[in-house]
């Protein structure tokens, strides 16, 4: 298990409001959005690659890239190659969490075990069996609906949804559009960094059961899943 890096505070504020009484005053109470102009930044190197660090280290929620492009003063493409740059990183205390378009700071899995006496999280309670088996479905072939889940387990899975929801694994991504609209599940950044990963491509292949891919088996079980009808299926929590 690896635990986040704790931001320093969203100190800063991303609008101004001028001297009161100066040219263009604005009225009391309203804000001024100051807009940095690419161009601003820093160019690629090494003072850009510190200045994203400061930027996630701060962001109170994972940032996209173009939040990312705007706060550094520089073009989203001078962000997605530093950004592929820092992420090869293996020397640092800290990896890069990319997951559905956003970029976060964690700890480095290879110091999981110190983070956790750090924050003295040894006791924390594990997942069941139930309930990894359900979150590693919803890892390989997300976004899953619950009757997909139950499917292919052959058991109901109310209860680790709600567990797997509740501890921030999951989160829902939609809605299926069949009959019923039932709640579609996709992980969270918070799995990846939960498992030492820095993308869904991390995740290791399936392998075989019983001589078969386990891939193609949960391919096959899918295919005979019936869509849940039910509408009162959001997670609980």
Same mark, same amino acid.
């Given at each position: 298990? @690896?635990?986040?890096?704790?931001?320093?505070? =969203?100190? #800063?504020? $991303?609008?101004?409001?001028?001297?009161?009484?100066?040219?263009? +005053?604005?009225?009391?109470?309203?804000?001024?959005?100051?807009?940095?102009?690419? #161009?601003?930044?820093?160019?690629?190197?090494?003072?850009?690659?510190? *200045?994203?660090?400061?930027?996630?280290?701060? =962001?109170?929620?994972?940032?996209?890239?173009?939040?990312?492009?705007?706060?550094?003063?520089?073009?989203?493409?001078?962000?997605?190659?530093?950004?592929?740059?820092?992420?090869?990183?293996?020397? $640092?205390?800290?990896?890069? !969490?990319?997951?559905?378009?956003?970029?976060?700071?964690?700890? =480095?899995?290879?110091?999981?075990?110190? @983070?956790?006496?750090?924050?003295?999280?040894?006791?924390?309670?594990? *997942?069941?069996?139930?309930?990894?088996?359900?979150? +590693?479905?919803?890892?390989?072939?997300?976004?899953?609906?619950?009757?997909?889940?139950?499917?292919?387990?052959?058991?109901?899975? +109310?209860?680790? *949804? =709600?567990?797997?929801?509740?501890? #921030?694994? !999951?989160?829902?991504?939609?809605?299926?559009?069949?009959?019923?609209?039932?709640?579609?599940?996709?992980?969270?950044?918070?799995?990846?960094? $939960?498992?030492? *990963?820095?993308?869904?491509?991390?995740?290791?292949?399936?392998?075989?059961?019983?001589?078969?891919?386990?891939?193609?088996?949960?391919?096959?079980?899918?295919?005979?899943?019936?869509?849940?009808?039910? @509408?009162?299926?959001?997670?609980? #929590?």
């Amino acid at each position: 298990m @690896v635990e986040p890096i704790a931001g320093a505070g =969203a100190g #800063g504020e $991303r609008s101004s409001t001028p001297s009161e009484g100066g040219p263009g +005053a604005a009225p009391s109470g309203s804000q001024i959005e100051l807009p940095i102009a690419a #161009g601003d930044g820093p160019p690629p190197g090494a003072e850009l690659e510190a *200045l994203i660090e400061a930027l996630l280290l701060v =962001a109170p929620e994972p940032a996209t890239v173009e939040e990312l492009a705007r706060g550094a003063g520089v073009s989203v493409a001078a962000i997605e190659q530093t950004l592929a740059r820092l992420a090869k990183i293996e020397t $640092r205390g800290w990896v890069l !969490i990319q997951h559905q378009g956003t970029v976060q700071m964690a700890s =480095a899995p290879r110091f999981a075990g110190a @983070v956790r006496r750090f924050l003295r999280l040894e006791r924390e309670t594990r *997942l069941s069996g139930p309930a990894l088996e359900a979150l +590693a479905m919803i890892a390989y072939r997300q976004p899953l609906t619950r009757s997909e889940i139950e499917a292919v387990r052959g058991v109901d899975c +109310a209860a680790v *949804l =709600a567990t797997l929801h509740t501890r #921030g694994l !999951i989160e829902v991504a939609g809605r299926l559009e069949t009959l019923g609209n039932p709640i579609q599940y996709a992980t969270t950044p918070l799995f990846l960094q $939960r498992f030492g *990963l820095r993308s869904l491509a991390d995740l290791p292949p399936l392998g075989e059961v019983e001589g078969r891919d386990a891939d193609d088996l949960i391919e096959a079980a899918l295919l005979d899943a019936t869509p849940d009808a039910e @509408v009162s299926d959001a997670p609980s #929590g």
